[in-house]
Structures are given as structure tokens and as C-alpha cells.
């Protein structure tokens, strides 16, 4: 569409002189108010690291806006932080965050008569609550993120981050490492602003973000600290006024083929299990089909070929070093849906079309992946009919294939005390239910019972299998998001003490060893402990939540 087709804002109509006043009275002119108004929706604050440096970012937006002929309208929402919540109640306000992050810019953009958005922000659930939006309104929308921290000092062989000191306290308890080399740690392993320096959920959500077309190629994965992350917020801000300008918006990249990409993109470089969550919340906004069965398809057809922490040494700012997501998108052009749009206006074929390839110690081809399958895999059983999930390129290879006795718990807070106290016996696999959408409520991050057992020695003989999730940097064999929940009837409440669970990562299976029988007389004996008292926001979002297989959404069509 030409550019000359839209270059005034929607209240350059008469009818809208009620609506300019209002603006008027915060200082707006004629001349603001009949430019394409855009909207910027930003996370910043000063209780999450990742969103810290936003507000600087926010004035690189604004000045690309002016320079292309819009005028910047900002706005705030929330911005929360995963790794503030771990350790107390706060978690479980996480995934419920995500609902309100897209449901408050949908509120802002549609009152405010904006023309295009800019969504800033940086971490787990922020981005995909983002996409949400950004999918729902389908207006003229770029998203530009804050950019990974660099990482901390060294520690156990590689450079540190702020999941280094979970792994670090089972480590001092077991006299493995010094109170003194304890508190330095903590000193020295957040050593800037940024999301996390890993490839967890944040950086795994910016990256596929790039991936569907949603933010300007080879921007996701900029370091927070660098002057580059700023120019090209200030790009991103000339470039939202073109897509108002060209009538370019959302959907035309959150459809199925920007998705298929971005899932692509996202297993390829070990992406975490949060993916399994967010991506099908996306499609649902999108009104794109997409089931688990879909996911594990791709990720089963789509080799592993960046290694970034958890799945190898090095950190996400490497990545960027290494060529980042285009560098990712050119090795695995043969399989991409390469007529899938950008916010560039241009395809991906196109942008490809003339980019070298790109082969170093992080990122390899097609023919050299370090995994034959992508990230995440997809589990059924008689544990979860409806499906569960697992990451196999953080489970060591011996691993892919375990065979262990049940110890339940009926909580997270349940099975850390247990590991705390040292009770988990090699050959154990931990499950820990009543952990989902509905029964944590909110599907806490199993984030610090994986760190526990590698702090002391049991990452390599024991599991753990939950209806809750896990966060983007465990390693170890896990398996998560097992549904229907437990506090839906699901059978992983049925799970007793001593039973032989068998988990089957490569043929994508997950059951307890029990005759059918048996398995139907429990389920029929079964008796759903109550939901805890719930109050408030966690209140409605435990009785109105999807299951995970569904991305813990909250339905509203």
C-alpha cells in the first residue's frame, strides 16, 4: 500500500474535536494530533532487571516516532519479574501476569484512538502478553525488547546469572563452596540491566518474537548494555509510522506461518519449555489453529543447531556474537515458510535471500545440528492423556530414556523441604502436582527443585514430573505441564508412593506402571484435594484458566 494512502491521524476527522481536546489539556498541538498517533505501551519499572533499562529505550522509540512523521503517545503496564517471585507466593501470580499485561494494552490502544503500537518489554510472560495484544487489536504493531544482561563472573565452568545461586546454595550446604565464595556470587553474577543472560523463557520469547516478524531482524538478541540496542529502538520508531502508513499490521505476521516459523526458530535454538505455554495462548489471539500434536511435530522435523545455556556453555550475548536469529533463520531457510512477513514490509525469503551462512562454535547447519529434534518434545501416557512436556536437549542422553519410583508431593513447598533435607534416594522420580493453571494456582516454575538436585549430585539419577512448568534454564530429566491437572481428575493424582513411573522421551511416552484396572479403580476412588483459599485476581484466574495443553489461557471468544 503506498505511503501517501494514510498519513494523518484518526483524529484528524471533525468528530473527534472532543477526543483532541483531551489531548489539548496534556499539552498536544494540532500539529501532534494530525500525525499518526502511536501508542507505546511500555514495562519499565524499577522491580525487574530485564525492564530496568526501558525507560532509555522508551526515548530512542520516541525520537525514531518524531523523526518518521508520527507522534508518540506512551502508557504503562506491568512488567514482571519470574525470578522475583521464586521462593514465595508471588509465583504464582506469574503466568496469571501475562493475561493482564495483554488484556491492560488492549484497554490503552483501544481507548486511546491510537494508530500503531510500539510494545516495549523484555521477560517471560511480558512478551507473550505483547503478542497477545498485538494478535487481539490487529493494528499496525512492532515490539522492541531491552535486550539480554550480560553474564556474571565464572562459576562452576561457566559465566554466571541469577539461577547460578539456587545451584550455588545446595552447594553450600553440602560444604561443596565457602559462605565467602557464597556472598560473592551474589555480588557478582547480575552484574547489569537485562533479561537473564541464559537462554530462558525472555530471551527465548524475544527471539521467537524476530522469528514470526514482530520486531526488526536482528534486533532481539542485542545486549541491553550496548548503544546498538538504543539505535535500533530508534529504527523500530521510524519504522511503526510506515506500517500505519502501509496498513501493515499484526496479523499479518502472527498467522500461521510467521508462528510455524517462530516455533521453528524456537526449537532450533533449545528454547525453553514456557513455549508450550505461550505459543498456543498467540494462535488463540491469532485465531490460528495450533495444538500440542502440531508442536511436537515441528519440533521433532527441526534439528538443534544454535547451543546457548542451558543447552551448552556459552550466553545469550554470545548468540548475538555468533549472528544471532537471522544468522539461525538462514541454516534453516529449507524448512521456514519463506513468504512469511516481517515488520519490515519485506518476506523472509527476501531478507535471507542475500545473507551469508553462517557456521561457528554456536550455531551449525542442518547437517551438523547437535540434536537431531528441536527443543521441546511432546509426552502422552496414562499420566497425561492430553499431553505433557519435556526438553531433551537439556536432558542428558542417558536420561532420555528413565525408569524410577514415585515419591509424590502435593506441592512444590512439599518436595523442596524433602530435598532439602536430603531424603531423595537415586532412582526417584519426584512428582509434584496440584501444581497447574487451576491448583497452584497460576502453574508455579519447578525452578528451584532441578537446581537443588544438581547442587547435590542427583541431576543424573532422579526426575521430576509435574503439572506445574519449569523454567527456561533447568537442565535434567523433567517433564512438565502434565495434563488434564490434578485438580482437574487428571491421573497424576491417582500416583501412589512406589509406583514405577517410566518416562520415554524419544518415543514420547510418560506412564505409571499399573494395570488399566488398577488405574480405574484409583481414578475412581479419587478424591481432588480442595483448592486453596484464593482471594482476588488468583481467585478468577483459578476458576476461569484453560489447561496447560490449551496455553493456560483465559477464553475470551
Known amino acids: 500500500m503506498c ?8 483524529l484528524a476527522k471533525p468528530e473527534w474535536s472532543s477526543i483532541r481536546a483531551l489531548y489539548k489539556g496534556m499539552g498536544y498541538s494540532d500539529y501532534d494530533l494530525d500525525r499518526p498517533l502511536i501508542g507505546i505501551a511500555n514495562t519499565w519499572n524499577m522491580a525487574n532487571p ?9 526515548e530512542y522509540v520516541k525520537q525514531g516516532i518524531f523523526q518518521g512523521g508520527g507522534t508518540p503517545v506512551e502508557f504503562g503496564t506491568i512488567g514482571p519479574c519470574d525470578g522475583m517471585g521464586c521462593g514465595n507466593d508471588g509465583m504464582h501470580f506469574i503466568l496469571p501476569a501475562r493475561d493482564l499485561i495483554a488484556n491492560s494494552v488492549e484497554t490503552m490502544a483501544s481507548i486511546n484512538h491510537v494508530d500503531g503500537l510500539v510494545l516495549l518489554g523484555s521477560c517471560d510472560k511480558v512478551i507473550p502478553g505483547l503478542l497477545m495484544a498485538a494478535a487481539r487489536l490487529d493494528i499496525p504493531t512492532i515490539i ?26 545446595a552447594m553450600l550446604e553440602q560444604g561443596k563452596i565457602t559462605q565467602e565464595e557464597y556472598d560473592i556470587l551474589e555480588n557478582r553474577s547480575n552484574p547489569c540491566k537485562g533479561s537473564c543472560s541464559f537462554l530462558g523463557t525472555a530471551n527465548t520469547m524475544c527471539a521467537v518474537t524476530e522469528a514470526m516478524g514482530m520486531c526488526l531482524p536482528g534486533t532481539s538478541m542485542i545486549p541491553a548494555v550496548m548503544a546498538e540496542r538504543l539505535r535500533a529502538a530508534q529504527a523500530s520508531g521510524r519504522r511503526i509510522v510506515e506500517m500505519v502508513r502501509e496498513g501493515l499490521t499484526a496479523r499479518k505476521m502472527i498467522n500461521s ?17 514456557n513455549m508450550a505455554l505461550h505459543f498456543p495462548a498467540i494462535a488463540y489471539e491469532a485465531e490460528c489453529d495450533f495444538t500440542m500434536d502440531v508442536m511436537d511435530k515441528i519440533a521433532r522435523n527441526t534439528p538443534h543447531i544454535a547451543r546457548i545455556y542451558p543447552n551448552g556453555p556459552l550466553n545469550v550475548p554470545d548468540f548475538y556474537d555468533a549472528g544471532g536469529v537471522p544468522a539461525v533463520m538462514k541454516q534453516l531457510s529449507p524448512i521456514l515458510k519463506m513468504d512469511a512477513m516481517t515488520c519490515t514490509g519485506r518476506a523472509w525469503g527476501e531478507i535471507l535471500e542475500t545473507m551469508p551462512f553462517t557456521y561457528n562454535e554456536m550455531i551449525h547447519s542442518i547437517e551438523d545440528a547437535f540434536h537431531t ?14 499431553s505433557a512436556v519435556t526438553k531433551p536437549t537439556a536432558i542428558d542422553p542417558s536420561m532420555l530414556h528413565f525408569s524410577g519410583t514415585a515419591r509424590c508431593f502435593d506441592s512444590e513447598d512439599e518436595a523442596t523441604v524433602a530435598v532439602h533435607e536430603g531424603s531423595i534416594e537415586p532412582g526417584t522420580v519426584l512428582v509434584i502436582r496440584y501444581e497447574g493453571p487451576k491448583g497452584g494456582p497460576g502453574m508455579r516454575e519447578m525452578v528451584r527443585i532441578m537446581k537443588m538436585l544438581y547442587g547435590q549430585g542427583l541431576a543424573l539419577s ?29 491421573p497424576i493424582a491417582a500416583i501412589k508412593d ?31 484435594k480442595e483448592p486453596k483459599h ?24
Not at 505511503?3 to 484518526?10: C, D, E, N, P
Not at 506461518?257 to 519449555?273: K, P, Q, Y
Open 373 to 386: 529434534w528441536g527443543s521441546l518434545a511432546v509426552l502422552r501416557g496414562n499420566i497425561a492423556p492430553d
Open 257 to 273: 506461518n510467521g508462528i510455524e516459523n517462530a516455533v521453528r526458530l524456537g526449537m532450533a535454538i533449545g528454547g525453553s519449555t
Open 50 to 58: 530485564g525492564h530496568a533499562n526501558l525507560r532509555d529505550v522508551s
Open 462 to 490: 532422579t526426575a521430576v514430573i509435574t503439572d506445574g512448568r519449569f523454567s527456561g534454564t533447568n537442565n535434567g530429566c523433567f517433564v512438565g505441564h502434565i495434563s488434564p491437572e490434578a485438580s482437574e481428575g487428571g
Open 534 to 557: 484464593l482471594k482476588g485476581y488468583l481467585n478468577v484466574y483459578a476458576r476461569l484458566a484453560e489447561s496447560a495443553d490449551k496455553g493456560a489461557i483465559i477464553k475470551n471468544r
Open 498 to 528: 512406589g509406583d514405577q513411573i517410566e518416562i520415554d522421551v524419544e518415543k514420547g511416552t510418560l506412564n505409571m506402571m499399573v494395570s488399566e484396572q488398577e488405574l480405574k479403580q484409583r481414578m475412581e476412588a479419587l478424591q481432588i
Open 144 to 169: 522492541v525488547n531491552g535486550g539480554p544482561a550480560m553474564g556474571g563472573m565464572q562459576f562452576d565452568g561457566r559465566a554466571s546469572d541469577n539461577s547460578s545461586m539456587v545451584e550455588a546454595l
Open 3 to 10: 505511503k501517501a494512502l494514510r498519513s494523518q491521524s484518526t
